[in-house]
């Protein structure tokens, strides 16, 4: 049982480069999320998915897209990176269900630096 | 949003107690309080959650009030590695309301031999 893993864990992009970071989880888990945190600061909900072929919007949406194609799968997108892009990013999965926020499980992280 | 307000950092001492108030005052009927810790290079790890009143775990303990515009995190007898950053997030579960829990910047809790 691996939990939430990412991949890559580091990767250097040049400004207007693709990539894409792939998010795994393995508890069978409704909920996926994908959150960046720039350094000194709390961690901004980029996109959110509440199951197989569904995403929404977060607080910072821009410049990212995801896609949900398989429900242990959460990925997440660059088109053409920024260096405001700059960051580290978060993935994390939580069970669904009224009521309670289910526990939200965090993978360790992608560092990317985009120059 | 209901966003929420906490000090920016803490320090203590090895075996006291260590309280972190997390102002919330746009609370929402349906939503639950949930804390995170933090350690450098690593994503966030649950803590505790309450909705009212008194929580209690191994780790820690939540105090809510009745108004629950506040919560209490309490940590009892820390040491060096309780060093971390502290989340306090306010939401629900439903899905359509995920993208309103708000993590912020947390509060540094510096423990000191």
């Known amino acids: 049982n691996a939990g939430v893993t990412q991949t890559p864990k580091f990767r250097v992009l040049k400004t207007g480069q693709s990539m894409t970071l792939l998010c795994a989880q393995d508890?069978?888990?409704?909920?996926m999320y994908w959150y960046r945190q720039d350094p000194g600061m709390g961690l901004r909900l980029i996109h959110y998915?509440?199951?197989?072929?569904?995403?929404a919007k977060g607080e910072v949406p821009d410049g990212y897209n995801v896609s949900r194609l398989k429900k242990q799968n959460f990925l997440l997108g660059l088109e053409s990176a920024a260096p405001s892009q700059t960051s580290v990013y978060f993935c994390?999965?939580?069970?669904?269900?009224?009521?309670?926020?289910?526990?939200?499980?965090f993978g360790p992280g992608t560092r990317l630096t985009v120059t | 949003l209901a966003k929420t307000t906490q000090p920016i950092s803490m320090d203590s001492y090895e075996g006291q107690e260590v309280n972190i108030t997390c102002s919330h005052n746009?609370?929402?009927?349906?939503?639950?309080i949930t804390w995170y810790q933090q350690f450098p290079s690593q994503g966030p790890r649950f803590i505790i959650q309450?909705?009212?009143t008194k929580v209690t775990n191994e780790v820690a303990s939540l105090f809510i009030p009745a108004d629950r515009k506040s919560s209490t995190l309490s940590l009892p007898r820390v040491s060096l590695s309780d060093t971390a950053v502290y989340y306090c997030?306010?939401?629900?579960?439903?899905?359509?309301?995920?993208?309103?829990?708000?993590f912020g910047r947390g509060t540094q809790l510096t423990v000191w031999p």
């Open positions: 746009n609370i929402a009927t349906n939503d639950y």
């Open positions: 309450g909705y009212k």
């Open positions: 997030l306010v939401g629900d579960s439903r899905g359509s309301t995920l993208g309103r829990l708000y």
């Open positions: 998915s509440v199951g197989e072929g569904t995403t």
């Open positions: 994390a999965s939580s069970y669904s269900g009224q009521g309670a926020p289910y526990e939200q499980y």
């Open positions: 508890m069978n888990h409704e909920y």
